[in-house]
Nanobody, 123 residues
């Protein structure tokens, strides 16, 4: 079992920055990739990006590439999503996810999910 808890969401002005965190606990040794998804009201859950827990290679959706950065602190079992130049379209609930696979490509490839944290961008 792996537990994921997001934090750091809130209200931010367009053009501003925000960092959200995901604290992981439990059988973390079984996890190979961790990622971020987001979901706006009335829309499908959207892939944001992910990172290899060992090695740190990252992959981002085109919509956030160049603005968002995913990182992790292995010693603290914590995942981060740094968001810069935020836009109104970034408003969503942001979810942390963990996968036993080395190359997850869809939501079903992730085995564990957090409860989400709300990010609201005002314009």
């Amino acid at each position: 079992q792996v537990q994921l808890v997001e934090s750091g969401g809130g209200l931010v002005q367009a053009g501003g920055s925000l960092r959200v965190s995901c604290a992981a606990s439990g059988s973390i040794f079984s996890i190979n990739v961790m990622g971020w998804y987001r979901q706006a009201p009335g829309k499908e859950r959207e892939f944001v990006g992910n990172i290899r827990w060992s090695g740190g290679s990252t992959y981002y959706a085109d919509s956030v590439k160049g603005r968002f950065t995913i990182s992790r602190n292995n010693a603290k079992n914590t995942l981060y999503l740094e968001m810069r130049n935020l836009k109104a379209e970034d408003t969503a609930v942001y979810y942390c996810a963990a996968s036993r696979r080395f190359g997850p490509t869809r939501p079903g490839d992730y085995d564990y999910w957090g409860q989400g944290t709300q990010v609201t961008v005002s314009s």
